[in-house]
């Protein structure tokens, strides 16, 4: 693990749209959002919802884990 003194702040946002909360854009500022943006860009394209992010299992220790497990 990472000492907290050494962690790089991120800062995550998820934009949703109408009553189904369809994710219409995911901003990521911080370390490995490169890598991150990758994926969530598969999932806004397929028609992703909050509730598809939220059924998602996290892939842990990330900071891509805060994206599925907002609320």
């Known amino acids: 693990m990472i000492p907290e003194e050494h962690k790089e ?6 934009v949703c749209a109408g009553p189904a909360e369809r994710v219409v854009g995911v901003h990521i ?3 490995g ?3 991150i943006m990758q994926g969530f860009g598969v999932a806004v394209k397929m028609g ?3 509730a598809d992010l939220d059924d998602t299992v996290a892939i842990h220790p ?3 884990e805060e994206l ?3 609320r």
Do not use: F, N, R, Y
């Open 33 to 35: 959002s490169d890598e």
């Open 48 to 50: 992703a919802t909050k």
């Open 68 to 70: 599925v497990t907002m």
């Open 62 to 64: 990330t900071s891509a």
């Open 29 to 31: 500022i911080g370390l």
């Open 9 to 14: 702040p991120t800062v995550h946002k998820l």
